[in-house]
């Protein structure tokens, strides 16, 4: 199998689980899932390295929006 569609096919089962996980446990929070979503996608490209036809602008925005996440989390908890 390519290994562009595994990844996809990887990626996506990942998704399907937390978005059922997080379901069941009552999770409300969208920054909880899409930090998730962002965790697996970097887990997914890091193991299986998929080959991308131009530069890999989703991981810069989906680092960037971790990162403000992230961030306003810790200001949560300093202030």
């Known amino acids: 199998m390519n290994k562009n569609y595994l990844a996809n096919t990887i ?3 990942m998704v399907m689980l937390t978005s059922s ?3 069941i446990l009552g ?3 969208v920054d909880a899932y899409f930090s998730m ?3 697996e996608y ?3 490209k890091a193991l299986l390295n998929p080959r991308r ?3 890999d602008f989703l991981a810069f925005v989906l680092l960037a929006i971790f990162a403000v996440i992230v961030g306003y989390r810790v200001y949560e908890v300093l202030i």
């Open 37 to 39: 979503y962002t965790l």
């Open 11 to 13: 990626f996506t089962v």
């Open 53 to 55: 036809l131009y530069k």
């Open 27 to 29: 999770e409300t929070r």
């Open 21 to 23: 996980i997080f379901w």
């Open 42 to 44: 970097f887990v997914v």
